[in-house]
């Protein structure tokens, strides 16, 4: 069994590789006693520095869109608070923060019942963000090698049985955790949902002015992002309906 | 009157010769302090009409006008006078014009001359009304009626009681009276005792005789310490008092006039009590800010109770003093004891000071068997008089409590605790989170990168090695137990063929040995048993555990007795040397056989 030690050893480094932090955390702590004292305007400035440099957290998502609630701005709250669910999908504050501006915007939508594997499947991948996901398939893979290896090697009967077993487990956790992580690395990637920001929006029936009105929506709105095309998008909100607005009355998330 | 007047004034004209007239304003006083009365005439020789007085508005008008004319015939010549008096008073401090005034004569008009009256600062000791050289009216308000605030006592402790008096002394006719302003007492608990203002008494004064009335009569306890100012009581009377006229004819004096009412308005001298705090030096514990002079009682209406049964614990306190402002005393029932605040009772009577009895009735009922206690109370007040703290303690309560009705518990069951829901005060969302994050890239996801297939591919390529270092050492083992096995049958056979020259040669001894060697050798190697381990039982069970049969083991353990007796007794054993040779070769072929 001297292979396990490595994999222990190589899963040690896969954890504690870190970023090496730059000057962000004092920003960071900047932005938050800005916060404190109540001087939204800086917070949003610091926290939005950070962002402009490619860096993220969702403490950092987090904290800029309380200090968007703060000001009232609940368009930008929301999307913040989406941007760091969409990394710590498991993070009560973030949800509870997100349904608090959330009852704040001006539309209310019916949400359309979606079928129950959807559900599960949206559940099952909000548990934990992608890092951890594919950590735990990892995790399982080695597990199962662990088990299969005792099952070939040992000559007594019931640890045979049990490393037949549990590797045929574990194995079996491996592919679906993989798929897990899989889909949830696709949805962290993807950008394929947006917050209306700005106060009224007309969705069309086409990409093009003079089509047909359907609905109005107004800031805050959460809406899917289905299509793209010359500076159009088709959108689909909550509740099912679909239509298409200009790209720059959304920002993605 | 002026009937009367104008009428003689009608008949006189006639042989009236014209003076030179003149109108003058006379002041009892020039110098007076705000509020102070005094009396001012206008005065005209002749007659005239439409007096006219200017500047009056610094002045408050206390009394009159009260006009009298005079007419007097000397030596054939008629002279009149007519004069106009007020009983004025300052509104305000400074040099203040009095006048002038007008009249108006045969159509010309007179002007008077103007007064300056200096007013000075109030004193307060004057207002009680002792302006003694004020001439008429005000003499007769001075002197013949004022008022006076007294109390019993001006010294006193904080919670102690005292009396305050409002009385009248006058000697001159009081028609009625309206109080128009009673102190207001901040600090002090008042109440107010009924008096009889008409019944009156005589008292002497500077050796005068003044009648007294008791006006009102308060009870005052103060609640603070330091110094008390009781303020003046204001009051207005109508009195009725010889006219300030001399009666100007016959039918004045026949018809009893001469009298006049008159409004009066009197204040008293305020009052300063001293209020001393209550000595703290062996102030009891529970104190509760009873000052007087009380007697305590407590009782209680059952001590023994079934569960669930209410008790009543009265507690009286009577006596004199500030019974109205004790609180409730403070009983430590059992904890068990569901209690209710008490329903206070008082009495009270205000002959010789306040006075009476103060009942709380505590209702408790005990929810559970058992036995109980109620500490003793402890009801402790001030007394003034010896200028010390009283303690009066009660018994101690106790109180046996038995199984009560299981329905009854059911029926009147409360419970004080009951589980509120978290109240929700405000709503505001979750602060922002304060521990400096991991920042990463954006983009920078785990899935996908190099180090996730690193960690995929590692265990698979482990288990590989693995699986392949494990086969190599297993096929090295398992040869060494096959050249083993197969040097077990090639030993075997060579002890054999010892043995089988010693069965020639009838050496026994040495025949044994090399049989039981090549037995023990044999199963030994084959199994891969070390010598050490190399014992009958050892044998026998790994012999099983290969699926040897047991008929086959029985054998084996047989022949390996015999060797082994024979070798160290070689003439007890008995038998064919060449049959165990035989039975010796045929189990090592079976053995051979039946070992997998």
Redesign the interface.
């Known amino acids: 069994m001297k292979s396990s030690k490595l994999y222990i050893l190589l899963v040690c480094i896969l954890l504690s590789i870190q970023v090496s932090a730059s000057d962000y955390p004092t920003t960071f702590a900047n932005a938050n006693t800005a916060y404190l004292k109540k001087d939204y305007a800086k917070a949003i400035e610091l926290y939005q520095s950070i962002i402009a440099d490619n860096q993220q957290a969702p403490q950092l998502y987090f904290n800029l869109g309380n200090a968007y609630f703060q000001t009232g701005d609940f368009a930008h709250a929301i999307l913040n608070y989406e941007r760091a669910r969409k990394l710590s999908p498991d993070d009560e504050d973030i949800l509870i923060n997100l349904k608090s501006a959330n009852q704040k915007i001006e539309d209310k939508i019916e949400v359309a019942p979606q079928l129950f594997l959807v559900t599960l499947h949206k559940k099952i991948i909000a548990l934990m963000n992608e890092k951890s996901w594919s950590l735990l398939c990892i995790f399982c893979l080695i597990l199962g090698a662990i088990f299969i290896g005792l099952f070939i090697s040992t000559q007594n009967y019931l640890l045979k049985k049990a490393g037949f077993y549990l590797g045929g487990d574990f194995l079996v956790l491996f592919i679906a955790t993989f798929f897990v992580a899989k889909s949830s690395y696709n949805a962290s990637r993807s950008h394929d949902e947006g917050i209306v920001t700005v106060a009224s929006v007309t969705v069309l029936s086409s990409p093009s002015d003079a089509s047909t009105k359907l609905f109005i929506l107004h800031k805050g709105n959460k809406v899917v992002i289905r299509d793209e095309h010359e500076g159009w998008m088709e959108i689909k909100i909550a509740n099912g309906n679909v239509g298409w607005i200009k790209n720059i009355q959304i920002e993605k998330i | 009157m002026k009937k009367l007047i104008i009428l003689l004034l009608f008949i006189t004209s006639v042989t009236t010769r014209l003076f030179a007239q003149k109108l003058t304003i006379q002041a009892s006083k020039t110098s007076v302090t705000v509020g102070e009365p005094f009396q001012v005439t206008f005065s005209m020789n002749g007659s005239g009409s439409e007096m006219k007085v200017a500047h009056l508005t610094d002045f408050d008008i206390y009394q009159g006008p009260y006009n009298s004319s005079s007419m007097s015939v000397v030596n054939g010549v008629v002279s009149q006078s007519y004069s106009l008096t007020y009983v004025l008073g300052a509104k305000k401090e400074g040099k203040l014009p009095l006048g002038p005034a007008t009249i108006t004569v045969n159509g010309n008009t007179i002007q008077s001359n103007t007064l300056i009256i200096d007013v000075g600062k109030a004193n307060a000791n004057q207002n009680s009304g002792g302006q003694s050289n004020t001439p008429h009216a005000t003499k007769a308000e001075g002197d013949n009626i004022f008022l006076s605030a007294t109390t019993n006592k001006t010294k006193v402790y904080v919670g102690e009681e005292l009396t305050l008096y409002f009385k009248l002394y006058f000697r001159i006719d009081v028609v009625n009276y309206s109080v128009s302003k009673m102190p207001a007492m901040d600090g002090c608990f008042v109440q107010d005792e009924q008096t009889n203002p008409s019944a009156t008494k005589q008292e002497t004064i500077d050796g005068k005789q003044y009648m007294v009335a008791e006006l009102k009569k308060t009870y005052v306890i103060p609640q603070r310490s330091g110094k008390i100012t009781i303020d003046p009581m204001e009051a207005e009377f109508l009195v009725r008092q010889q006219s300030t006229r001399r009666p100007q004819n016959i039918f004045d004096q026949i018809m009893g006039g001469g009298y006049e009412e008159a409004k009066i308005k009197l204040r008293s001298k305020p009052v300063i009590i001293d209020v001393m705090p209550l000595p703290e030096e062996k102030k009891p514990d529970g104190f509760a800010g009873a000052v007087g002079n009380f007697s305590f009682k407590a009782s209680l209406s059952k001590d023994k109770v079934k569960a669930n049964e209410a008790i009543n614990l009265t507690i009286i306190v009577t006596g004199k003093g500030n019974l109205k402002l004790i609180d409730p005393l403070k009983v430590n029932f059992p904890e068990d004891f569901e209690t209710y605040d008490p329903k206070v009772t008082q009495n009270m009577n205000t002959t010789n000071g306040l006075g009476g009895s103060k009942t709380f009735d505590y209702l408790v009922i005990p929810r559970h068997e058992g036995d109980y206690k109620i500490d003793h109370l402890d009801f402790s007040y001030f007394d003034p008089v010896k200028k010390e703290y009283v303690v009066l303690p009660s018994p101690e309560f106790n109180i046996h409590v038995d199984k009560g009705d299981p329905r009854d518990a059911n029926a009147s069951v409360y419970t004080p605790h009951n589980q509120e829901e978290l109240k929700v005060l405000g709503?505001d969302?979750?602060?922002?989170?304060?521990?400096?994050?991991?920042?990463?890239?954006?983009?920078?996801?785990?899935?996908?990168s190099t180090?996730?297939w690193?960690?995929?591919l590692?265990?698979?390529l482990?288990?590989i090695?693995?699986?392949f270092i494990?086969k190599k050492n297993l096929e090295m083992n398992s040869d060494l137990i096959a050249v083993k096995g197969r040097k077990a049958t090639k030993m075997a056979r060579k002890r054999l063929i010892i043995a089988e020259q010693n069965l020639k040669k009838a050496n026994k001894e040495q025949f044994y040995i090399e049989i039981s060697q090549a037995l023990y050798g044999y199963v030994g190697d084959k199994l891969n048993i070390s010598v050490a381990n190399l014992t009958k039982e050892n044998i026998s069970n790994t012999l099983k555990l290969k699926g040897v049969s047991d008929a086959t083991i029985e054998n084996l353990i047989s022949t390996i007795n015999t060797c082994e007796y024979a070798r160290y007794a070689p003439n007890a054993v008995s038998g064919d040397l060449q049959t165990i040779y035989n039975n010796t070769v045929e189990l090592i072929t079976t053995l051979e056989n039946e070992i997998k």
């Open positions: 709503d969302i979750r602060y922002i989170k304060t521990n400096v994050p991991e920042f990463k890239p954006a983009d920078d996801y785990f899935f996908n180090t996730f690193l960690g995929i590692s265990p698979i482990g288990f090695a693995f699986y494990r």
